[in-house]
């Protein structure tokens, strides 16, 4: 059994990484200016994969209904305000995108899950749903209980077989970047073994963990502050969600006359 204190740690971590980007709340009396939104640029190589996804092309080339089912963890939302969330905002970029298309979105959070508990339920998922597109986030969970990074490919390896199997184009999304948690987890082993699986077999993985990071670096987000609140929670989501919609339409190689 884990001592008292490595649960507490547990814990803390927990608070820091699956509430993540949602800090105090705002002061009374505060009564500055919004700031500006920040840019949410991004380098191309981060918006680009050398994989497909077929099923979506023929969706979009076909006139159906794009069907996108998002199973994450609890940093795939905002307590309280899911619309707010990177899945709501890729929805909506997905629909100015592609105006002549019908965009169905749904999340299936697994917030307590690790890949391998979660690959166990992949294929009822699809079968209930019927998504045209998985997008699959993981990789936190396993993090922060620091399981075996090759049982953890494993998991991850199995999840995409089924899917794939079931007949669902997938788009791996890794760990969000944290630098408040760096020295309290290993973050690269995941990070390396997602990249292992989504290269073995030909699916674009969104290099989430990278993109934040360089945020952070570039000075949009301060992710170091505990200050901010629900409002820097907000804008990350907001340029996540723009530019995973970027990068499905990237990887589904729909092309201006797909898009307009």
Request: aromatic share 4%.
């Amino acid at each position: 059994m884990k001592s008292a204190r490595t649960m507490l740690g547990l814990t803390l971590l927990a608070a820091c990484l699956t509430a993540g980007l949602a800090v105090a709340p705002a002061r009374a009396g505060d009564t500055a200016e919004p700031a500006p939104p920040p840019p949410c640029d991004v380098p191309a190589y981060l918006l680009s994969s050398d994989s497909s996804l077929p099923k979506v092309t023929d969706a979009i080339k076909s006139n159906r209904t794009l069907n996108v089912l998002v199973v994450g963890s609890r940093s795939s939302t905002i307590q309280g305000n899911e619309a707010s969330a990177y899945p709501a905002t890729l929805q909506e970029a997905l629909k100015e995108a592609l105006p002549s298309s019908t965009i169905d979105l749904s999340v299936e959070l697994q917030g307590k899950s690790t890949a391998e508990e979660t690959a166990g339920t992949l294929v009822k998922l699809v079968e209930a749903k019927k998504p045209t597109l998985v997008i699959w986030q993981t990789g936190t969970v396993d993090a922060m209980r620091a399981v075996d990074p090759d049982d953890f490919r494993t998991a991850i390896n199995e999840g995409v077989v089924a899917l794939r199997d079931a007949g669902t184009d997938v788009v791996l999304v890794n760990l969000q970047y944290s630098p408040r948690t760096e020295t309290m987890i290993s973050a690269p082993p995941y990070l390396d073994n997602m990249k292992v699986v989504a290269q073995q077999h030909d699916v674009p993985l969104f290099d989430r963990f990278a993109i934040m990071k360089q945020w952070s670096d570039a000075g949009y987000f301060d992710l170091f502050s505990t200050s901010h609140g629900v409002d820097l929670a907000k804008k990350v989501h907001a340029c996540l969600g723009r530019a995973l919609a970027k990068f499905v339409i990237d990887a589904a190689h729909l092309g201006p006359v797909q898009q307009n």
